[in-house]
């Protein structure tokens, strides 16, 4: 068996559109922000947000800290987050000076519990801002209502949720701002970047301002910003990866369409599961099993040659540089999440095959421990 070649978990395509595009910007001379990314800002706004305004950014995390600082964010402040996620969502809040709230998970959609968020707000509530983990939209219909009642803002983490929907809108459309990640992993890539779409003028306006040393007109500089402008070589890349982004997205939901047929009926096993209304992108393909989940991911590596990920092992409010945030906070079903779930191959470069491999794998893996 490990004579076949190794299936990665993960597999940026970059084509030669990408490096012709590259190249055209090169030979232009000019390198920095400019065309290209006023470009890719508009074709992505049409694409993928309803036309919401959008603004290119230097990384995904650059676009949540901006996106906050834009949206009035600041220190007294609490924003309620996910604990299961990656750690640039924590992390935003407490670089604004405000402090991360964790709620718990619903265990079906890995993604915030509307009854945990509700539990968790204060009269320091600033906003709410959930996590389309995986590629699975959120509850943003219940968040909604909970927002509107406490009048509190939505934000949302849609690092990695390019093109999911809930109920017929995209995930980039719910929130007062929106941060997709343009990481080489997520479904599309920019090389490093981000994209932040925003519900208004005057949020589009503060986070162009903090992305360039607080200046709209040359050194008038009117607050105190960043420099985390997206470069024209990057904006270049994702304006080719953006007409392609919908086809890879059908390609992973025919991979996962795949993979639950063979593993849906596997004792100790659970698929990922689609709300009602919803549009799953399968950033991620995550299975939970019942137990064992290490030894399962050594096995599926080192025995059946397939690569898988843990997202995430260790729940945010546990981290060093966040626990401190999250005093004696107890998250069972975050904790739960995170001894159980495995990540396996769904990339669109998948074969027919490699996904036969995978389910193969995966039976013969924890059927072992059995
Ligand atoms: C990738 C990711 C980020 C950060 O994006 P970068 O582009 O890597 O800075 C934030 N949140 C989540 C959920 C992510 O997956």
Redo the contacts with the bound molecule.
């Keep these: 068996m490990v004579s076949l070649p190794f299936i990665p978990a993960a597999k940026p395509i970059i084509g030669d559109e990408e490096r012709a595009a590259v190249d055209r910007v090169l030979l232009s001379g000019m390198v920095a922000q400019g065309p290209e990314a006023k470009a890719f800002e508009a074709e992505f706004a049409d694409r993928l947000v309803g036309g919401r305004q959008c603004v290119a950014v230097s990384?995904?995390?650059?676009?949540?800290h901006l996106g906050l600082l834009a949206a009035g964010v600041g220190p007294g402040d609490e924003v309620i987050v996910p604990s299961f996620?990656?750690a640039?969502?924590g992390n935003?809040v407490a670089l604004t000076g405000a402090t991360p709230v964790f709620a718990d998970i619903d265990p079906a959609s890995f993604c915030l519990d509307p009854a945990s968020v509700r539990a968790a707000i204060t009269e320091r509530t600033k906003g709410i801002m959930p996590?389309h983990?995986y590629g699975h939209p959120a509850a943003m219909d219940e968040l909604r209502v909970i927002a509107d009642e406490h009048g509190v803002a939505l934000y949302e983490?849609a690092?990695?949720a390019h093109g999911a929907q809930l109920h017929g809108t995209p995930v980039g459309a719910f929130g007062d701002f929106a941060?997709f990640?343009?990481?080489p992993?997520?479904n599309m890539t920019s090389g490093?970047?981000?994209m932040v779409s925003c519900a208004t003028d005057e949020i589009a306006r503060n986070v162009r301002l903090l992305r360039n040393q607080g200046m709209e007109t040359q050194y008038a500089n009117e607050v105190i910003g960043f420099n985390a402008r997206m470069t024209d070589l990057h904006a270049a890349i994702g304006r080719v990866q953006l007409t392609k982004v919908e086809a890879w997205t059908a390609q992973r939901q025919a991979n996962a369409a795949h993979l639950d047929a063979g593993l849906a009926g596997l004792p100790g096993v659970t698929v990922p599961v689609v709300r009602e209304g919803a549009v799953h992108v399968y950033?991620q393909y995550t299975i939970r099993v019942a137990e064992d989940r290490d030894r399962i991911v050594t096995a599926l590596r080192e025995e059946h040659g397939v690569g898988s990920g843990v997202?995430y092992p260790i729940p945010n409010h546990r981290l060093p540089s966040l626990a401190p945030y999250a005093p004696g906070l107890d998250l069972p079903r975050t904790e739960e999440a995170a001894q159980q779930v495995i990540s396996l191959p769904v990339h669109p470069s998948l074969t027919d095959g490699d996904l036969e491999r995978v389910v193969s794998a995966v039976t013969a893996a924890v059927k072992a421990g059995s």
Excluded: P
């Design positions: 990384s995904g995390t650059s676009g949540l996620t990656f640039a969502t935003s996590v983990l983490d690092a990695q941060m990640s343009l990481y992993t997520k490093e970047g981000g950033h997202y």
